[in-house]
Each structure stands twice: as C-alpha cells, then as structure tokens.
C-alpha cells in the first residue's frame, strides 16, 4: 500500500513538473506597432526582433490600401534593401483562400499590414483562415507589424476614422461628446487596448479622450508617426523619432450633459523613444 501512494505521489510530481515546463516553452510572439510613415531605423528593429536576418521571410497583407501592390512595393524595398525575403499577398473579400497561401502567412517569421483603410483591412479578413493564420504566426512567436491603419487593427475595439454625427465636416473630432466615434471589431492582438495613428501630427487627442471616457477599462495609446511601440508581453517600448500617448480613466466613471462627455481622473503619460510602459495585453 505504501508503495502505491509513494508511486502515486510520483506520478503526480511529474505530472505537475511537465505541466509547468510545457507552460514555460509556450512562446508567444511580439508586435511592432508604427503610428505611420515607417523609417529606416524602425525598419533595423522590426528585421532584428523577427530574425529576418538570420533567415526566413516576412508577408506583407496589403489589404487595407487602395491600391495594395503599390502598398507591397512600398513596404518590401527597405526590407529587401537590408537582404531579407518579402513576399506580398492580396486577398480580396468574399474569394476563397487557398491553402497553399495560408501556408505562406502561418510560417512566416514576419506579418507586415500596410496602411490604408483599416475597415477595408478586417473585411477582407474577419472569419477568415487568414485571420487565424496571423494569430497563429504570433502563438508561435513570431513577430506581427502593422502601419498606420495596420496599427489600429491590432486593437479588439478598433477606431474605424468615421466620425457618426458629423460626417461631412472638414475639420474631424472638434468635440469630446458621446456617440460621435465610430469602432469595429479589429484583429484582436490587443484586447485590452485601443490603438490610435498618426496621433500628434494630426491632432487626434479629442478623438482618444472621448474613447478613453466612453471605455473605460481600456488603455488607449497615441501613436505618431515614424514611432512605434514594441509590445512584448506586457512591456511596451517606443522606437522612432516623435511620442507615444498612454490615456486611462482610472474613475471608471462616465457623465453625459447634453451629449458632451466628463470624467474625473484620467490619467494620461507621454513616453519618449526609450522609454517602456506596462501594456494592458
């Protein structure tokens, strides 16, 4: 009998030991996040986080933009230019996606989303094998990029640009009023944070307060162009040349007068390439 117990004792303990070591070799990839206007030095980082120099090759998704081979050409030259592989790959909404190009995104070391239209982008993707296909690269470790409106796809809650109560003004998001923004479901590789683009040089601060009040549980992150934040884990570091924009509501607490939106305690911190943050991912 006591040998039973000892043995079952055993058993256990190993049991216990290879679920935690297979808990530790889980790798999970990283993210580089570019506000826009990507620079050659943002390029040096994405290329030494991805290990594109060491072999391998990275997949630019186009889909966001208008006109997705130039989108291809224009990400591509800089990599190429550095002597890695780049491949580009179109998909057009509602056309079968066949496997052999599944197969081209799942091993690749680096998924680059171009800028454009970050609705045109998850239409073309939602439901599809190639949005698990991207979420597959990252499970795996790899490394998933995006620019622009590559970058505010990252976000689950993602800011689509629209404004919904005034779509036809020429200045954008003059107020901080409730109802105004209009979100979507994004790729998903952040949950619990709203990524918002180009965010000093076009003067985006109202747009991301009213976000950042209408959600309160979310992070919200500003980022300019030729900056990015390098996400791994639950770190967020800044590379580029301009700041990263980090608002929280950390009341909770959302009033409405009149349509126009308030709240007490927000908290909001501006990081210069260097620094790190903790990212709510």
């Known amino acids: 009998m006591k040998r039973i117990i000892i043995v079952l004792i055993l058993l256990s303990a190993g049991i216990c030991f290879i679920g935690s ?154 107020t901080i009023e409730t109802g105004n923004i209009e979100i979507k479901e994004g790729l998903g590789m952040l949950v619990n944070v709203i990524i918002d683009q180009h965010f000093i040089k076009r003067k985006r601060l109202n747009r991301l307060v009213t976000e950042c009040i209408e959600n309160p549980k979310k992070m919200c992150v500003g980022i300019d162009e030729s900056t990015a934040i390098f996400v791994d884990g639950n770190k967020a570091t800044v590379f580029g040349k301009s700041q990263v924009v980090v608002i929280r509501n950390l009341s909770s607490e959302t009033k409405v007068q009149n349509g126009l939106l308030g709240a007490e305690n927000l908290r909001l911190d501006v990081y210069l390439p260097g620094q790190s943050f903790r990212i709510l991912n």
């Open 21 to 174: 070591s297979c808990k530790q070799q889980k790798s999970e990839g990283k993210l580089f996040i570019i506000g826009g206007v990507s620079t050659l030095d943002l390029v040096d980082k994405m290329i030494e986080v991805s290990g594109l120099d060491k072999g391998g090759y990275g997949v630019i998704l186009p889909m966001a933009s208008e006109i997705p081979d130039s989108a291809i050409i224009e990400v591509s030259v800089d990599f190429i230019n550095k002597g890695c592989k780049m491949y580009g790959l179109q998909f057009r909404k509602g056309e079968p996606c066949p496997q052999s190009r599944i197969d081209s995104i799942r091993n690749a070391r680096l998924i680059y989303i171009s800028g454009g239209d970050q609705s045109r982008f998850m239409e073309a993707i939602a439901g599809t094998p190639i949005q698990n296909a991207i979420h597959e690269v990252f499970n795996k470790g790899g490394l998933v990029c995006g620019s622009s409106a590559g970058a505010a796809v990252m976000s689950k809650t993602m800011i689509t640009g629209n404004e919904l109560k005034y779509p036809n003004n020429d200045e954008t998001f003059v």
